[in-house]
């Protein structure tokens, strides 16, 4: 059983959260330090670039690197102080059991005996289950070199099918839409072209505070003349500044896309050489959007028809665009629909694959690119390859020396994982830098599986919210204390630099899989001896695939300020417009610039479907989901930053002052958000800058404070996403205080 050994608070006491603030050497700016080395933030997939003080071996400090490539010299509050959990107190130290009799319900353990305990438990397991019934489930936090490793270490070491990724939450349905639309998955275009574009349209996109450095593009755009049009049910901080704004309902975006293409066709303003010499489908997907008159948009998508009709005009007249959209379009159980929605547009403009033209979902983890394409998805293999097919396993097998017949087939995402542990067919599961607990749906129903699981084991570098349940931790590694590559926003693969050591007996996590490889007894394969063998590897891998990383060394990623993929030999420079005319393309050969045979780019007929629980009396408010600047993701690491969690300590309803008045809820006020699945108690945020039947609520906290307790596991079916930014609820003033306040910490 993986129950947490104790209850939460006495866990928190000993492994927190708790908050680190500067002192010593990290507060004295007169500290010179011993050397700054140049590297990038660990958070968002801006992929900053910073400059870490180190003294005496600890990071103690960062400079601005004025000339990185891009963000110059740019960060948010979270890259500021990311310094600030190194040398945390709350960091694992050792390998850890779990005993309840021990502080905090775990006792230290050695590294091998840890390592020895996790590789019997995987074994005995898998005798008596059978492969599939033990799961890895990673993160997109990770280095490309760490995620192929966790790739193949699931389908080579273990030989278990099941294995996902965090990326899940994330960017999925914008990977299978492009891959649809396209056939890659990639950015169109570098960031470099958003300041040369007449109009931005950016859709579900909460720039300023999930990808702040954005903003400073869009605004160079603005200043050049740009107009900019923002999509969302709240008047985020870019919508506050765009020229026309369209307070979308939650969940409605693709009505409002079939909506804008009906009158671009009513007013021909179609790019028709393009849509002929370009494009597939476009007749067929004409016909569906017929239907959708700015009367019927304005009735489904909660926008007045006027603002519809400017909206079209704007994008149908303009000379050059940049659309972008991110998860507000995305995290939907037609997710999927919703980015074949917003191409459409894109391709009935013609405005892609030249300076100023492009096309782009904006990436939320750090290398929720890279860590998308090399093999920890449940689908794919290295290079952006299918796993069901027979020609990519056959060359990805080659390059791993082993039987392609022995490499498993496709296996479930990372909530069916969950799923699959109620079922009783998986009964062990690894994690590393995902903490589900937090960041799925109905979340309730996570902890009660984490509590079924024969065996767990998670590796991180904190005792996160999940990692509370496991049986044995294994400490990893900081950011800072590795090397590797990512990949960023816009498709480049930037170096991360390893700035110090882990500390005690915390390792690189790339050596402890090795360790758990050799311990099975199966080590062929896992002894590389640095990250930099391990892209070696990763490069002869991805050759020939869609992300062909073939190309790239960490010189030339350090000589050209960083290489988009593809990148297909040592002479080529990468591509940073991927659908420019005569760019690189392994499918298309030059039959025209997108990745199909035909070099075609597809049109789709994209499907409206409300979302999967829609209001109605008993819950009759919209909740949709979100981040906030100071926080990333679960909070693993931001809610240990005190600075952070001062800027905004807990979670707060917004809702506008019209239902505010409507509940009889007064700004900061006890508020009861209750969905069919869970409960929560939070102050109110009156604010006007949300549709009044909707409330907003940030995901980063825990236990009674986490909001995913209330989101609906409902997936899109082709990309697998939760739909987090709509399910039904309903709101009022609290009758007293919850139970804990005054016991717990903000983020606790
Ligand atoms: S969190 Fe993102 S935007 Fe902020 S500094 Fe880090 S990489 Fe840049």
Known sequence: MASTPLDALEIIDVYGPHRSYPSGARLDTGVEPD??????CCFCGQQCGIQLKVKDEKVIGFEPWADAPFSKGMLCPKGVRRYLQGSHP?????????????????????????????????DRIQKEHGPDAFAVL?????????????????RVCLKTANIDYNGRLCMVSAAAGNKK????????????????????????????????ITTNYIWQARENGAKIIVVDPRLTPIARTCDLFLPVKPGRDVALFN???????????LDHDFIRDRTNGFEKTAEHVREWTPRRTAEVTGVAERAIRQAAEMWGTAGSSFLLHARGIEHHSHGVQNVLGAINLVLASGRIGREGCGYA??????????????????????????????????????????????????????????????????????????????????????????????????????????????????????????????????????????????????????????????????????????????????????????????????????????VFWPCPSDDHPGTPRL??????????????PFYFLDGRAKFHAAEYTPPAEDVDAEFPLMLTTGRVVSQFLSGTQTRRIGPLVDQYPEPRVELHPRLAAELGVADGDWTVVESRRGTCTLRAMVVTT???????????????????????????????????????????????????????????
């Open 90 to 122: 709350d960091r694992l130290l050792t390998a850890l059991k779990r005993d309840p009799t021990a502080p905090g319900g775990f006792a230290p353990m050695g590294y091998e005996e840890a390592i020895a305990r996790v590789a019997a438990e995987i």
């Open 579 to 592: 659908f420019e005319e005569g760019s690189w393309n392994p499918i298309a050969k030059g039959a025209g």
């Open 361 to 562: 979902t904006i990436t939320g983890q750090a290398n929720g690119q890279g860590g998308r394409e090399h093999g920890q998805k449940c689908d794919q293999l290295p290079g952006g390859r299918d796993i069901s097919d027979p020609e990519h396993r056959a060359f990805v097998a080659k390059v791993w020396d082993v039987d392609p017949d022995s490499l498993p087939g496709p296996g479930v995402d990372a909530y069916e994982i969950f799923r699959e542990v109620d079922r009783g067919r998986i009964k062990g599961l690894l994690s590393i830098c995902f903490n589900p607990k937090i960041s799925l749906p109905d979340s309730d129903f996570i902890a009660r599986m984490l509590d079924k699981l024969d065996f767990y084991v998670a590796i991180d570098f904190f005792l996160n919210e999940t990692a509370r349940h496991a049986d044995v931790v294994l400490p990893g590694s900081l950011q800072e204390e590795d090397e590797g590559i990512v990949t960023q926003v816009e498709g480049r693969i930037i170096k991360i630099n390893k700035v110090v050591d882990s500390p005690g007996d915390a390792r690189q996590d790339w050596k402890i899989i090795q360790d758990v490889a050799a311990a099975l007894g199966r080590p062929r394969g896992f002894t590389f001896q640095e990250p930099r063998e391990i892209l070696d590897e990763l490069r002869r891998a991805s050759a020939g695939g869609t992300a062909d990383y073939s190309g790239v060394t960490y010189e030339k990623v350090e000589r050209q300020g960083g």
């Open 138 to 154: 990673t993160g997109a936090s990770l280095t490309t070199e760490k995620a192929y490793l966790m790739g193949k270490f699931a």
């Open 690 to 748: 949300i549709r009044p039947d909707t409330v907003f609520v940030p995901y980063h906290w825990a236990g009674p404070k986490s909001i995913n307790r209330l989101t609906i596991s409902a997936q899109d079916p082709i990309s697998r996403i939760p739909e987090y930014k709509v399910c039904a609820v309903r709101v009022a003033r609290a009758p007293a205080p919850p139970d804990y306040e005054g016991r717990l910490e903000p983020q606790q």
């Open 259 to 269: 909506g804008v293409l009906h009158l671009m066709i009513e007013h021909d303003w």
């Open 35 to 40: 050397r700054l080395v140049k590297t990038h």
């Open 181 to 212: 639309a396209f056939g890659v998955d990639r950015a169109a275009n570098p960031w470099s072209d958003i300041p040369k574009t007449d109009l931005v349209w950016v859709s579900g996109a909460n720039i300023a505070e999930c990808a702040p």
